[in-house]
């Protein structure tokens, strides 16, 4: 092993990474938007919101991300839908996670006791207040963390983008490959780098989790 | 016992999940500080009723009214959800599962639903808690959560945190039968205040000697209708009807 080499090259990859970073974050955010909106239209009490929420999650979850980011990059065009590489990982990326996420949210939602829910509404509180004050607060403790495993398959998912050329750690570590010759010594600084981003993700999710557990 | 215009009024009362009936066209009435609990075997639609008066179980058929309102009208959806929930406020319901809310305060529990329905805050909230557990004894557990708490003392905080709605009506859906039996009796007590008080309660209960010690007419029920109905003392003593004699001989034998 190449340790030396791997030194010297290794602060290239910090850029990568840190595009990796900006994929993970921003994907998350859309994400959770695009979960929060599925589950709202899972539970909708509208049927035509429900189906189409069900069609989401399971167009989504139902085929691999590589063809849903390559439908949108290579196949956009074709329909009028013009985005760079990072655009196209971005929406791709975080449209998928967002139908897992609907499922995660969904069913902290529907795990909170109907009891509570009849308590609520007896008192006289609207449907909207009982989600407000009832559910909702309990349901965001418990989801903190089913959220947290999608966040960590998510930030795995980024590398599924070098096949679009973006040039984040996966694929950077393809291209020095091609000049060094050494995929053990690159693939591994790209590996411990996820390892320190997924490490530092995880304690922010136990961070959160514990704080809201504690009160 | 002469007042003409009922309280409560129950008219022709019909409950059907798909083809099994539940409620076979029930009428009654209730006067304004009567006590009245519901007996009868398990299935006989005793819960289906109470949750019929205030619409958490709807009716297929029937009335319900209360103080001169129509409970269960048929408005659209969402001018009914603003009459459901205006009545509700008027009355209070106590299940069997007490179902606090566990992520709040004993504090909260009871002051949630007036802060956000009647708009009151700060020192009059927390006057209004401490009044209300007072009441049933939990002042002392103001600060706790549900999780804290036993089970007499979760069911004394659902009552405190109903009546803090200030309900016109109380309806209690078994409030003591999923108690251990040396918690029942600090429930039964809380419960035994609000008839000195004159609530208008309805009480459903397997508990025969705080039927007969607490309310003013016992209504047995079986199969969806009302079999017999009168003062405790008829009804436990000497009712008219085979099937009560039969409830009340199994249920006397199967509880010593
Ligand atoms: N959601 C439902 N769907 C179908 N059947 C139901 C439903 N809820 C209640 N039932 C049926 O209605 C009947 C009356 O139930 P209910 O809960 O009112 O009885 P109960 O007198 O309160 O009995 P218990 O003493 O066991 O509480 C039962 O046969 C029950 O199986
Ligand atoms: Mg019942």
Known sequence: MDID????????????????????????????????LGAAGRLSRFA?????????????????????????????????IQLDAFEAGVIGLGVNIGAYMTETMRGAIISIDKGQIEAARTLGLSRFETFR???????????????????????????????????????????YIGSTYKPFEMFLIAGILYLIIITASGKVISYLDRRVRLQ | MTDPKPFVEIRHAQKSYG????????????????????????????????????????????????????VNKTLPHRQYEKHINGMRQQIGMVFQHFNLFPHLSVRDNVTMAPKLLKGISGKEADKLAEEQLTHV????????????????????????????????????????????????????LVMKKLAEEHM????????????????????????????????????????????TKEFLRKHLAGSK
């Open chain 1, 5 to 36: 080499l791997m030194l010297r090259v290794y602060p290239y990859f910090l850029e990568a990474a840190w595009v990796t970073i900006q994929l993970s974050v921003l994907t998350i955010i859309l994400g959770l938007i695009c979960g929060m």
């Open chain 1, 48 to 80: 035509l919101l429900r189906f189409l929420a069900a069609a989401y999650v399971s167009f989504f979850r139902g085929t691999p991300a590589l063809i849903q980011i390559f439908l949108l990059y290579f196949g956009g065009p074709q329909v009028g």
């Open chain 1, 133 to 175: 004050k009832v559910t909702l607060p309990q349901a965001l403790r418990l989801m903190i963390r089913p959220l947290g495993v999608n966040i960590n398959a998510q930030i795995k998912g980024t590398a599924l983008v070098a096949a679009i050329s973006v040039v984040e750690l996966t694929y950077t570590a393809q291209r």
């Open chain 2, 19 to 70: 083809s099994l009936e539940v409620l076979k066209d029930i009428s009654l009435t209730v006067q304004r500080g009567e006590i009245v609990a519901i007996i009868g075997p398990s299935g006989s639609g005793k819960s289906t009723l109470l949750r019929a008066i205030n619409d958490l179980d709807p009716l297929t058929g029937g009335e319900i009214i209360l103080d001169g309102v129509q």
């Open chain 2, 137 to 188: 004894g939990m002042l002392e557990r103001i600060d706790y959560y549900p999780s804290q708490l036993s089970g007499g003392q979760k069911q004394r905080v659902a009552i405190a945190r109903a009546l803090a709605m200030e309900p016109k009506l109380m309806l209690f859906d078994e409030a003591t039968s999923a108690l251990d039996p040396e918690l029942v009796e600090e429930v039964n």
């Open chain 2, 200 to 243: 208008t309660m309805i009480i459903v209960t397997h508990e025969m000697d705080f039927a007969a010690s607490v309310c003013d007419r016992v209504l047995f029920m079986d199969q969806g209708v009302v079999v017999e109905e009168g003062p405790p003392g008829k009804i436990f003593k000497n009712p008219d009807m085979d099937r």
